[in-house]
């Protein structure tokens, strides 16, 4: 797939790399390459029809009047219910064929110097097509953000004589197995994600130790000190038989200003002496352990975090009236665990449980004596920030993958027929943590609720906290060295947790319920290729 403008980038960066002052002396090596990616998804009874193609849109499951007084913070809804999901075949279902390109430029150096810079482009299908049919008229494509700097970054190898690399500019990160920090390839969505940063790595024969520090957001001259920064080390040995081992420890710092009312200082004195709207630094710590490995026909993969800090920027989503909670923190614990055994025979069965962990809370429900006192502060429910996660549990609740305030456990088998075509069929249950108390109605009718505003709003019911079972079936044919296609088909057997609706999407800020409870369907079918 090749697109005029990007080659014509790449041209010039090479012809610039060739003429610089002893460039020609020093440059050793250039290299093209890049991928082509071509996936179309279909999900059916899954998600609410969108505003616009490629969209999903959110809405409102619970009216907001039935939680006067609870802080319910969700992250796009506010004090309301806001779900993406309908699980009903009512509406229009949610289908889109996605493609992305990257093209690659290496240029090796000597004296361990190179360069790297990727462009890429992220289309649905249909966005840019220039022509009208019924009228005949062509007009010009919508392409203003179809080619971006997806990474640009300098190595230098063996800094100084010493065992370090430096790596200066935007580039990926990939930890581990990128259960935290990866490059955004978690299916079926692979946008991509890339940092704008510096990466130090210390390298011995059985160590690496990685250092580095990303801007994730610039907010000068706007703020002060408003930027967002991510920084780690992360250390990984490997001198243990088949074994991997690593720790590590992540910091996200959002120092972005937070106020619930505009700056008064009148009214600035009465909030500090009630203790209200007083937001500080979100400081979010990750300490975290990896284990990976074989020991003959037995394969391991396990990994657990715990996070602590500050999370005002999370707190202040919890607004039952004018002030959030700015006393949130972060404190929620995480783990996942595969082990696979692999059959010394014909196909190369493997057989893999394992399950994943992401603790949660939903303080979202109110005592008779917090309904009672109008002055009582809001407590926010924090749950286990994903981060920057490539794993991706389900199809349907973990599309993105930010599941959290849920556990899930899973069982499958692998195997290769030939060289060129692997299966693999697994199945997972999910069931949320702590569950969202859901409004009692005033009045029932036949066993059915009219919509009548109960004012006691702290007589709940609990939500289930089954989400159901998902099943999966999947087949890669791996055509040339190159060329792999891939296709597969998910089901999901709703449970009663989907009907009720829990806060378990979106890092726990947002609500999964939908108008009924039939099973989904998810159905897809991929081309890549790399070169």
């Given at each position: 797939m090749r697109h005029p403008r990007t080659l014509r980038i790449v041209a010039l960066l090479t012809m610039a790399l060739s003429f610089a002052p002893g460039g020609r002396a020093a440059l050793q090596n250039v290299q093209v390459g890049g991928e082509v990616r071509i996936r179309g998804n279909y999900w059916y009874n899954t998600f609410n029809g969108g505003l616009a193609p490629g969209v999903v849109r959110p809405v409102a499951r619970i009216p907001g009047a039935f939680f006067g007084g609870r802080a319910i913070g969700d992250a796009l809804g506010g004090q309301r219910p806001t779900s993406y999901y309908d699980w009903d075949s009512r509406g229009a279902d949610y289908r889109l064929t996605e493609q992305r390109t990257v093209l690659n430029l290496q240029a090796d150096f000597s004296d361990g110097v190179s360069t790297h810079v990727a462009l890429e482009s992220f289309d649905i299908w249909g966005e840019d097509f220039r022509s009208n049919y019924v009228t005949g008229v062509d007009g010009r494509a919508a392409s203003v953000d179809d080619v971006e700097v997806y990474e640009a970054y300098m190595d230098v190898s063996d800094l100084f004589g010493s065992p370090l690399r430096l790596r200066v500019g935007r580039q990926e990160l990939v930890l581990g197995r990128g259960w935290l920090v990866g490059n955004g390839d978690a299916q079926p969505e692979f946008r991509g994600l890339s940092f704008d940063g510096v990466r130090l790595t210390y390298v011995l024969d059985n160590l690496a130790v990685d250092a580095f520090w990303a801007k994730l957001a610039e907010r000068s001259p706007v703020e002060t000190d408003g930027d967002i920064d991510f920084y780690g080390i992360y250390g990984s040995y490997t001198g243990v038989n088949n074994l991997v081992l690593d720790a590590y420890w992540l910091f996200l710092r959002d120092a972005r200003h937070i106020e619930d009312t505009p700056s008064v200082p009148l009214r600035n004195a009465v909030e500090n002496l009630a203790g209200v709207d007083d937001y500080g630094v979100t400081?979010?710590?990750?300490?975290?352990?990896?284990?990976?490995?074989?020991?003959?026909?037995?394969?391991?993969?396990?990994?657990?975090?715990?996070?602590?800090?500050?999370?005002?920027?999370?707190?202040?989503?919890?607004?039952?009236?004018?002030?959030?909670?700015?006393?949130?923190?972060?404190?929620?614990?995480?783990?996942?665990?595969?082990?696979?055994?692999?059959?010394?025979?014909?196909?190369?069965?493997?057989?893999?449980?394992?399950?994943?962990?992401?603790?949660?809370?939903?303080?979202?429900?109110?005592?008779?004596?917090?309904?009672?006192?109008?002055?009582?502060?809001?407590?926010?429910?924090?749950?286990?920030?994903?981060?920057?996660?490539?794993?991706?549990?389900?199809?349907?609740?973990?599309?993105m993958a930010q599941l959290s305030n849920v556990w899930t456990l899973r069982a499958g088998l692998s195997a290769s027929p030939t060289e060129q075509l692997a299966l693999k069929a697994h199945v997972a249950w999910f069931g949320a943590l702590e569950t969202f108390d859901l409004p009692r109605p005033l009045i029932m009718f036949r066993g059915a609720p009219l919509g009548i505003v109960n004012p006691f709003t702290f007589i709940t019911r609990n939500a289930d906290?089954?989400?159901?079972?998902?099943?999966?079936?999947?087949?890669?044919?791996?055509?040339?060295?190159?060329?792999?296609?891939?296709?597969?088909?998910?089901?999901?057997?709703?449970?009663?947790?989907?009907?009720?609706?829990?806060?378990?999407?979106?890092?726990?800020?947002?609500?999964?319920?939908?108008?009924?409870?039939?099973?989904?369907?998810?159905?897809?079918?991929?081309?890549l290729v790399r070169f």
């Open positions: 400081r979010l710590h990750t300490l975290g352990a990896r284990v990976a490995g074989t020991w003959g026909a037995f394969d391991l993969e396990a990994e657990v975090a715990y996070q602590f800090g500050q999370a005002d920027q999370v707190g202040r989503l919890f607004r039952p009236f004018t002030y959030g909670d700015d006393g949130a923190t972060f404190d929620a614990l995480a783990a996942t665990l595969e082990l696979g055994y692999t059959l010394d025979m014909a196909w190369q069965p493997r057989f893999f449980a394992g399950g994943a962990y992401f603790e949660g809370e939903d303080n979202r429900g109110q005592s008779f004596g917090e309904w009672l006192n109008p002055l009582d502060k809001p407590k926010a429910s924090i749950s286990f920030n994903r981060l920057f996660s490539n794993v991706s549990y389900s199809y349907f609740l973990d599309d906290d089954n989400l159901g079972w998902e099943t999966n079936l999947a087949a890669t044919y791996r055509y040339t060295d190159d060329l792999e296609v891939e296709t597969g088909w998910s089901h999901l057997f709703t449970g009663d947790g989907l009907k009720d609706g829990n806060y378990v999407d979106l890092n726990g800020l947002l609500f999964n319920r939908g108008t009924d409870n039939q099973d989904a369907d998810y159905l897809y079918w991929q081309f």
